[in-house]
Structures are given as C-alpha cells and as structure tokens.
C-alpha cells in the first residue's frame, strides 16, 4: 500500500525525506583537506576532534554510503512527483533504518543493507561510525544548531530483544518506550515527541490508524537551524519573477548579495556552496543553465558526478540572486524503497527475529520534510517512522548566480561529507 499525502496549495508535491536537516555529502576522500568546501582548521581541540572523525575509516564508508543513498533515492521520488518539488534526509531516512537493520537477519538484513549501500560494511562499524558522527554533528558549529532523535515504541505486550534494545541506545540513543498502540494517546504520544524535537515543525508523522495496527514504529527527528557566515541585506530583498514553467512564472521575493564563495560552473550548470557560521556547513545550490533542464540532471547524476562536482568549487567573486521560500512534504517512502530493493524487509515473510519479532515486516516507512530560507539563515526539519506491522496488517570574474527556475539544493557537512537533506525545488512557496 501506498500513501502520499499532499500539503495544500503550491507546495504540493513536495517529497520530504528522512526526519531531519540535511547536509548533502561532498566527495569521499579521507580527512579534511583545505579546498572552499572543507575549511583549514586551526588546530584548537575542537577541530582536531573534527578532523579526527572525519579521518576515521568507518565515518568514511557510513559517510560515502549516506551520499549514494540520498542520490539513488532522489531518482524514484523525483520520477514519482515530475512537476513538485522533492525535498529529503538521507540522514534521517538512513537513521531510522539502520536502528532498524539492526534488528534484521538473512535475507532480509541484507536487503536493507544493499539498499543503504551498506552491504560492505559490518553492522557494528556503522552503528561504530553512528556514534562517532551524531555527536560531532550536533556540535558542529556554534552558530548551527543541530538535533538528532532517535526512539523506539513497542506494542504492550510485545518484548523486543534486549541485545537489541542495548544496541539502539548505545548508538543511536534510541530509547525503547511501551505503549497501548489501541489507545489515541499513542499516536499522540508519538506526534509530540516529534514535533518535541523538530521545534514544532513536524507536527504529525504518524497517524492513529497506522499505530493500531502496528507493533512497534521506529521514529527519527532532525532540526536544523544554521545562520549564513554573511548574511543577506534585508534592503536588497524586492519581487522577481521565478520561472516554473515555460508558460508559469511566480513572482517572489528575491535576496541578493554579493562575497567570495565556492563556485563551479560548466556549459549546463552553475554551481555556488553558501556557508552556515564557521564554513563546516553549507547550502549547495546547483543551477542548470537551461531553465527545464533540471529534470536532465537528476537523471544523470550519480556519486561520481557528484564528486566532482563537489571537487570543482573554487572560490570566486559572485553576485548571487535567490527567492526567500519554504517549502514542506510527507510521503511513505515504501515504493521508493521497494524499488532501490528493499523488497525483503517490506513485505510477509521479512526476518526481524533479531528485534525480537516473529512474522512482522515493514508496512511503511513515513516521512516529513519542511524548508525554510531567508536572508539570516536556514530551517530544517525532518521526521521518519518505520512502522512495523505483523503478518495480519497490512571574463569578468565576478559570477551571477540567478536561481528563476527549477534547482537542486543540499545541506552538507564539509567535514565528514555526510548528506542530511538534499532535493530539488520546482515551485517554492512565498515565505
């Protein structure tokens, strides 16, 4: 079964991703190296804690694993909503189901795994590199805030595993909490720790029908909220026209500056990195040439071309221009699952007696995404909620950047490359 709920007027269509803020992962090559995307650092304890998770070799694998993910997966949704915008969290999708893998075996596991583009790597290196990654993003940047949730709700009466219960604490602080699924406080209780931990901005990931029928539901939360190093003069803001389509254009309000920023550009795109705070966060906008040649990108990119992308930004004088817009989506992530091959794990017959679970599969993977950019900085929330059910459920050298037509967009952690929301806007909505 699948459900795909709409928000209403022109934001419909937009896919949320994961349960958090994203940051688009970079190339994969070892360490910190000191290109625009990956900043020098100064040697204080701090960045060389930084450094010394990025360096570390599980970090690497999860890191490169959550990039070809958050691509593969941006595929199938695109394709699904042709004329909306898609916007998501690896980070959160990734979470949620690696708490989730743990508690898989056979065939089942290894389905989640491929899908993941964790099949290379042992179980306990990714929950290893979990833990190294979620602390040092949450304290990232003094002027980004970040905060990661995992939890865990349990059917009373169902006992899961206590191996893995211990797991999904100890990496992922994911605790596990027994609920009467049958009682409306349960999708209650659900709800408000996310819209807890998102700061109000999901307010509902599940709903009453679904948690009746379930016997445990994995949820993640991401917040993000990251102001630019340099931010945009409010003065300079004034209504542009935003190209949709060759016959639709929608006027909005247009920020503009200019400063030195990491910039690539080839005959099809233009490319521009925007800095949150210290420069370990940023905002990746890649800006096709032809204003319908969006589509045509997506379909072509790849972890390859996205490396090089990402490898290609040099500092450079430009003038950037971009609407002030949010944006939000919820979908069930099922089908897209399904068709990265998770099959598996989404349907009777999936093996989750490591959980503790006998006969139970994935009925549903939820997920809510929001997107607001002004000219002080970026807000961003996700949540996701793995529902479990049992077998009976169901020449000048300054650059303009002109962002008037359909982009791709990605948060990025510089540092460890690891990508927590990335998606491409089509129709963003006035905020």
């Given at each position: 079964?699948?459900?795909?709920?709409?928000?209403?007027?022109?934001?419909?269509?937009?896919?949320g991703?994961?349960?958090?803020?994203?940051l688009?992962?970079?190339?994969?090559?070892?360490?910190?190296?000191?290109?625009?995307?990956?900043?020098?650092?100064?040697?204080?304890?701090?960045?060389a804690?930084?450094k010394?998770?990025?360096?570390d070799?599980?970090?690497?694998?999860v890191?490169?694993?959550?990039?070809?993910?958050?691509?593969?997966?941006l595929?199938p949704?695109?394709?699904?909503?042709?004329?909306?915008?898609?916007?998501?969290s690896p980070?959160s999708?990734?979470?949620?189901?690696?708490?989730t893998?743990?508690?898989?075996?056979?065939a089942?596991?290894?389905?989640?795994?491929?899908t993941?583009?964790l099949?290379?790597?042992?179980?306990?290196d990714?929950?290893?590199?979990?833990?190294?990654?979620?602390?040092?993003?949450?304290?990232?940047?003094?002027?980004?805030?970040?905060?990661?949730?995992?939890?865990?709700?349990?059917?009373k009466?169902?006992?899961?595993n206590?191996?893995?219960?211990?797991?999904?604490a100890?990496?992922y602080g994911?605790?596990?909490t027994?609920?009467?699924?049958?009682?409306?406080?349960?999708?209650?209780t659900?709800n408000g720790?996310?819209?807890?931990?998102?700061?109000?901005?999901?307010?509902?990931?599940?709903?009453?029908a679904?948690?009746a029928?379930?016997?445990?539901v994995l949820?993640?939360a991401?917040?993000?909220?990251?102001?630019?190093?340099?931010?945009?003069?409010?003065?300079?803001?004034?209504?542009?026209n935003f190209i949709?389509?060759?016959?639709?254009?929608?006027?909005?309000?247009f920020?503009?500056?200019k400063?030195?920023?990491?910039?690539?550009?080839?005959d099809?795109?233009?490319?521009?990195?925007?800095?949150?705070?210290?420069?370990?966060?940023?905002l990746?906008i890649?800006?096709?040439?032809?204003?319908?040649?969006?589509?045509?990108?997506?379909?072509?990119?790849?972890?390859k071309?996205?490396?090089?992308?990402?490898?290609?930004?040099?500092?450079?004088d430009a003038?950037?221009?971009?609407?002030?817009?949010?944006?939000?989506?919820?979908?069930?992530?099922?089908?897209?699952l399904?068709?990265?091959?998770?099959?598996?794990?989404?349907?009777?017959?999936?093996?989750?007696?490591?959980?503790?679970?006998h006969?139970?599969?994935i009925?549903?993977v939820?997920h809510?995404?929001?997107?607001?950019?002004?000219?002080?900085?970026?807000?961003?929330?996700a949540?996701?909620?793995?529902?479990?059910?049992?077998?009976?459920?169901?020449?000048?050298?300054?650059?303009?950047?002109?962002?008037?037509?359909?982009?791709?967009?990605?948060?990025?952690?510089?540092?460890?490359?690891?990508?927590?929301?990335?998606g491409?806007?089509g129709?963003?909505?006035?905020?």
């Open positions: 079964m699948r459900m795909v709920t709409q928000s209403q007027g022109k934001t419909a269509g937009i896919v991703l994961g349960v958090a803020l994203g688009l992962a970079g190339c994969g090559g070892p360490g910190i190296n000191t290109s625009p995307n990956n900043p020098p650092v100064d040697g204080s304890p701090k960045e804690e930084v010394a998770v990025a360096a070799t599980r970090v690497q694998q890191a490169a694993a959550n990039t070809d993910f958050g691509l593969r997966l595929k949704l695109a394709k699904a909503s042709p004329d909306a915008n898609v916007f998501y980070l999708v990734t979470q949620a189901l690696s708490m893998m743990n508690g898989a075996g056979g089942t596991q290894t389905a989640m795994a491929k993941l583009g099949k290379d790597i042992k179980i306990g990714v929950n290893a590199a979990n833990t190294l990654l979620l602390p040092s993003l949450m304290s990232a940047d003094p002027k980004v805030e970040i905060a990661i949730a995992n939890a865990i709700w349990v059917k009466g169902v006992t899961l206590g191996d893995f219960q211990k797991i999904c100890d990496a994911g605790q596990a027994a609920l009467d699924f049958h009682s409306p406080d349960a999708a209650k659900i720790w996310v819209s807890d931990k998102t700061k109000g901005k999901i307010e509902e990931i599940i709903p009453k679904d948690v029928d379930s016997t445990t949820t993640n991401v917040y993000f909220h990251g102001q630019w190093r340099d931010a945009f003069d409010k003065q300079a803001t004034h209504d542009d949709i389509a060759k016959d639709k254009v929608e006027p909005l309000p920020m503009r500056r400063a030195s920023l990491a910039y690539a550009e080839t099809k795109l233009q490319a521009v990195s925007l800095p949150y705070g210290g420069g370990r966060l940023s990746l890649v800006l096709p040439r032809n204003a319908a040649g969006l589509d045509s990108w997506v379909k072509s990119l790849d972890q071309t996205w490396d090089q992308l990402v490898a290609s930004l040099k500092p450079q003038t950037i221009a971009m609407p002030r817009f949010q944006a939000s989506y919820s979908i069930d992530l099922k089908d897209s399904a068709s990265l091959g998770m099959g598996p794990a989404l349907k009777p017959k999936a093996d989750f007696t490591p959980m503790g679970l006969g139970d599969y009925e549903k939820l809510k995404a929001v997107l607001e950019v002004d000219e002080e900085g970026t807000v961003a929330a949540a996701t909620a793995v529902v479990i059910v049992d077998v009976g459920a169901e020449p000048d050298t300054s650059k303009s950047v002109y962002v008037n037509h359909p982009f791709f967009c990605a948060i990025r952690d510089n540092s460890t490359v690891m990508l927590l929301f990335a491409v806007i129709d963003p909505e006035k905020l």
